[in-house]
Nanobody, 121 residues
Framework: QVQLVESGGGLVQPGGSLRLSCTASGSISSINPMGWYRQAPGKQRELVAV???????NYADSVKGRFTFSRDNAKNTVYLQMNSLKPEDTAVYYC???????????????WGQGTQVTVSS
């Protein structure tokens, strides 16, 4: 099994910053891509940012220029630096990845437990 453990959420004022981290652990053979999604109350889960091991990254239009995704392949860890936070960024942020346990295994989709980000004055 693959476990995704997130950290770094919290309460911040508008215009503030937070940094989220997510580490994948387990007997992992391959893992790619890794990314962040978020879900606000009453809304569908949406992509925030996703990156491949090769360095390609995609962002939601709503966070471009404010959020920065980074990845440490050696540690199977991804980060999301969130600057200039707005109240509409309030959501539960989930880490996500596709991984397989052996070279012959099926690629499976994994989710973290989620971390709450609240932007409010």
């Amino acid at each position: 099994q693959v476990q995704l453990v997130e950290s770094g959420g919290g309460l911040v004022q508008p215009g503030g910053s937070l940094r989220l981290s997510c580490t994948a652990s387990g007997s992992i053979s391959s893992i790619n891509p890794m990314g962040w999604y978020r879900q606000a109350p009453g809304k569908q889960r949406e992509l925030v940012a996703v990156g491949t091991s090769g360095g390609s990254t995609n962002y939601a239009d709503s966070v471009k220029g404010r959020f920065t995704f980074s990845r440490d392949n050696a540690k199977n860890t991804v980060y999301l630096q969130m600057n200039s936070l707005k109240p509409e960024d309030t959501a539960v942020y989930y880490c996500n990845t596709m991984a397989r346990l052996t070279a012959r295994d099926t690629w499976r989709n994994y989710w973290g437990q989620g971390t709450q980000v609240t932007v409010s004055s």
